[in-house]
């Protein structure tokens, strides 16, 4: 057979394309934690052991779906949910699993895992795992559950899921001072198009989500693109191994933020340097949404600190703050090149060089030349001076799409002279970053400008970025 042809869509290796997808963990089942499939006698959810040091505020469900029919079947998924339960448990998380349950066990679950959460004295921190197949029908994303097929009708599809936005997403609690993480390893393609196999790298999948207020998304891959998992119970996917190990390794002065972007660095270049050429065609990146308004770390604590300048001393102490208050990307660059040419074993150096690589990034959006983002703009609306206006600043410096989008948005509402042009530019810079929510933000404001062919161009370009546009009185295709 040869390795390098993408057509053999399942084989001893891999799977991947629409039949592929979620993810895995590693190790033995938490003790007590995961249930078998279709027990009806036996409460779905039940919670594993956690550390005596575990703060109560620290919660993860975990759902894994492997029985779908054949070809379909995902065997990681079970060893997904147990590693990772472990590695969270190992992090003061109270982890409850729930394995092969079918749409409306899936929602009952969650329904109980919100009512414990709401009974924690402190703001939770809280995430919820699935791995299964993921697709999308329409423009909702679905998260599948077990014995039904991905290629079934669109009206089964839709009955046997739970629903990412309208039910997950709305159930999950939504608060500043606390974290909720949405972390979805599946493929985000649309199985609904015939074909799919051939068509996989140019279908459609679970649209882009900005997430609410004190939210991580995650997802395994980017939008349209499949996540391949082994054909074995005894492997990981490439994304949940690599969350089980950061979450293993990881500083406790890491904040999720931090694991996440790392995550999503070692999945993307482990893969494009993998033996095989077929994984490395297909090689994921993983997708990011960041709304977390507080600097929560893998260690247990909720610290608006920065832990790091505690142990830095001198000339590096007064190059990490000038760093961390530096704000233009081009000289953001400049001093993290100049810190770890001067401090390559410091112990800033892996957040140093963390941030760069979406400096980078950041720093060629705004030499595009069609971008007018420049540094007196580069700032945020007279009056508005919040700590969390400030952190998104900071952030879109960094290359976030997300928080260059809340920044925008704030010139949008500001009254000054200056602030349309500079809430075009800001979103320009966004949809530079990737957001397509906020490209297809810029094509209806180009259409209310009326430059109908800027908006056209706007609202293709949103779609290229893996956003669905919405279908309604407000939305039309040229």
């Not at 799977?15 to 006698?41: M, P």
């Not at 995902?74 to 699993?97: C, E, I, M, S, Y």
């Not at 908006?455 to 295709?477: N, Q």
Request: charged share 20%; aromatic share 8%.
């Amino acid at each position: 057979m040869n390795s390098d042809s993408p057509k053999h869509g399942r084989r001893k290796l891999l799977k991947w394309a629409g039949a592929v997808g979620l993810g895995s963990v590693t190790g033995s089942a938490v003790t007590g934690s995961a249930v078998a499939a279709n027990s009806a006698a036996a409460n779905p959810v039940l919670e594993a052991s956690a550390s005596n040091k575990a703060p109560q505020n620290r919660f993860a469900l975990l759902v894994g779906n492997r029985h779908y029919p054949k070809p379909y079947d995902l065997p990681p998924t079970h060893k997904n949910v147990n590693d990772l339960g472990k590695a969270l448990q190992q992090r003061g998380f109270r982890v409850f699993q729930a394995l092969d349950q079918n749409a409306s066990s899936m929602n009952r679950i969650l329904m109980e895992f919100v009512a414990r959460l709401s009974l924690s004295d402190e703001p939770p921190v809280c995430l919820f795992y699935f791995t299964g197949h993921g697709l999308q029908l329409k423009s909702d994303n679905l998260l599948l559950g077990p014995n039904v097929t991905p290629k079934s009708r669109g009206d089964q599809i839709l009955t046997e899921s739970l629903q990412l936005q309208q039910q997950l997403l709305q159930s999950l609690p939504k608060n500043a001072r606390g974290l909720t993480m949405t972390v979805i390893d599946a493929c985000r393609t649309d199985l609904m198009k015939p074909n799919a196999s051939e068509a996989v790298l140019h279908a459609e999948g679970l649209t882009q989500l900005e997430a609410p207020e004190g939210g991580l998304i995650v997802f395994s891959t980017q939008a349209g693109r499949p996540a391949i998992a082994p054909d074995s119970a005894d492997k990981n996917t490439f994304f949940t191994e690599s969350m089980v190990k950061h979450l293993n390794m990881a500083s406790a002065d890491w904040t999720f933020s931090d694991l996440f972007k790392m995550v999503r660095h070692d999945v993307r270049e482990s893969m494009l340097r993998h033996p095989f050429a077929v994984i490395r065609k297909l090689a994921q990146d993983p997708f990011i949404a960041d709304n977390s308004r507080v600097p929560v770390t893998v260690g247990n604590t909720l610290n608006t600190v920065d832990m790091m300048s505690l142990r830095l001393k001198g000339e590096e102490l007064y190059m990490w703050s000038q760093l961390r208050q530096t704000r233009w990307p081009p000289d953001v660059l400049t001093l993290s090149d100049r810190f770890l040419a001067k401090y390559p074993n410091s112990e800033a150096r892996v957040l140093v060089e963390l941030n760069r690589r979406g400096v980078i990034l950041a720093s060629r959006a705004l030499n595009r030349r069609d971008l007018k983002l420049h540094r007196t703009g580069f700032v945020l609306p007279d009056g508005v001076s919040s700590d969390f206006a400030q952190e998104d600043l900071l952030r879109a410096s960094r290359g976030d799409k997300d928080a260059a989008a809340r920044v925008g948005r704030l010139h949008r509402e500001s009254s000054t002279l200056h602030a349309q042009f500079r809430y075009e530019a800001w979103m320009m810079y966004a949809t530079a970053l990737g957001n397509g929510i906020a490209c297809y933000e810029l094509a209806l404001f180009y259409r209310n400008q009326n430059q109908p062919a800027l908006a056209a161009a706007a609202e293709s370009k949103a779609v290229e970025l893996g956003f669905s546009p919405p279908v309604g009185l407000d939305h039309f295709r040229k």
